[in-house]
DNA sequence: TTGTAAGCGTTATCAA
DNA sequence: TTGATAACGCTTACAA
């Protein structure tokens, strides 16, 4: 009794034996290539079908250099604020033929290097990635291999290089003087990690627009921390136990680098006690779906998330298939939606 | 001039000719086989190092019929209910080395059988699938073809099979008894599709719990939508312009399939005026991350989605990695989590 | 300990 | 219009 042959594999060179004729006469009716006998291609399709015939991608992304998959390497699966991005690149995909491979680099440039590598050896047709870091090793290795890349979130600095983003300081600006512009000068800025590159740009527009107004630069009211709900709830904990539960007009406003931060302040405003905007008024940036329905709905600086999936993969795709070879540097605005966390100090 | 040579592919040949041995020899010691000379391996490593090597995967995946690569197919990629799931599989598989194929069916059996011939066509390990229904060809596909496969949110009935999912009958009769033990007996159902599972499930468990407190089941008080925000918030404004701008007590309660319906039912209360939960008592069902920062805040079913990934990941593996053999079906329990959108109407 | 050679499933080139 | 063949990069008998 022989096990082995339990299954056959239904493959090109099966199908030509059942349909006595060559594999290559296979392959060319499967793939619809004009040069071949229709009645033959008719009976060939039938025993296809019949047999749930579906092709191995493997071998022919072996043979071709073409997988018709993307890879797409974020830095945080778990924000909100990628899912819709997310959600408009894997339809137009799925509507092209095309796979998505995710994965997460978690802010870790041994992650995202990983990452890289199994997209090199996976064969993606390209990637679009949210790098860790402006400057790295990890983008030179993209660069060397010649892997077709659109950057997002922001980008290094060269040439030839596709990116869609926003600008992170002209956000940063945008933020603080419309806080100051509601009459706020002691503004604690609520930032991401030191190292970040986002953090970085997001920083020099507060500095910036504080400058601009002519309103002093207070080392204390810069802070940085991980990018999360529980990150935000612990930096306003510790300031306002610091002050003796009470915000002695240190600060009457937050900005803060994301809404998930924005909604640890939120967090800690429950456990605190203070009220929101009344106590402290608060501005995040991203507004992520959530950011409306908050309590009070969260002041925010919006981030054209669909506008990014959308363009990122128009130029991907354009380029994998040929049909560009133009690189393309797009920023995209940003606008502040004005909801209900921002108190009008009414001085200014 | 020549342009082809430009870069050279570096694969396991070309390093061998460079090393000065056998491509057989190269790959024995990318692979740590023993059985190499350890001098010679240094020495290769180094080489592989230097250039930069990456082992193609698509030759290696044709070969050994392995890809180290895991398909995920959703229903929708844009609720939230699923980012906590994704995150937990991601990290997983990275830690694992290896890679998640992401896609979407959009509750769509067609979309659902292209996604699963890709996923085989391209060759991976095992899927983790949220089927679009009980009793499809996509089913038979998945199992004629053998393709290890977890099935999560629910299951098709069938003997030797995975899943990991709550039990959406329970889940429906806890929600509305515990609606009913706070006095309400014209309950809502805001139903998802029809056709799905899930709603059918859910229905059942509505019924058995009115059936249970003997209340007389109303047709009316039954509705059937598509799973979104928008979804929601037009049900509950046609029914609220039915009656005239006022809701004349034909429900005090409605109950609803998914915490983006209850979050669609809030922004209906916005539109039309009446309030959460004093004018409607509001429950969901899965308890979003989101769900408690909404205002008021939702009561809602929990359900398990970390443990849905963790374990649904696990028993893919373990089967993958032929650690396990047995099939694994596991019910997951859920509870009410209770908040601030219910009103006590203190008659029983 | 190392090398030779065949094969995974596909397609393109060439010849018939 | 069709078929034989080589090649994509990797691994594993088997032989040396």
Redesign the interface.
Known sequence: MDKTQK?KNINIKYLAKIARVSPSTVSRVLRHDPSANNKTADRILKIAKDL?Y??????K??RDKK?K?IGIILND??N?LY??T??VI??ML?DLGY??????S?YDHN?ER??I??M????VDGIIISPVNIKSENIT?IR???LKTVYIDFAPEFENINYVHVDHEHAGYTATEYLIRKGHTNILLLNGPFQLSVSKNFLKGYLQALMNYEITIKRSLIKYTELSLEGGCEVIKKLYSLNNLTNPNRFSAVLTLSDMLA?GV?EASKKIGFKIPDDLSVVGYDNI??SA????PLTTIHAPKIRTGKLSIQILLDQIENRDKEFHKIILDTRIVERDSVKDMGII
């Open positions: 299954r749930n579906y092709p191995n991608l493997l071998a992304g072996l997988t998959t699966l778990k909100p899912y819709e997310i959600k894997g339809d799925n796979t998505m491979i995710l994965c997460d978690n992650t990983k990452n590598i199994n090199l050896s996976k064969g290795l060397e291999k010649d909604i939120y779906f959530m329905y908050l309590s009070p």
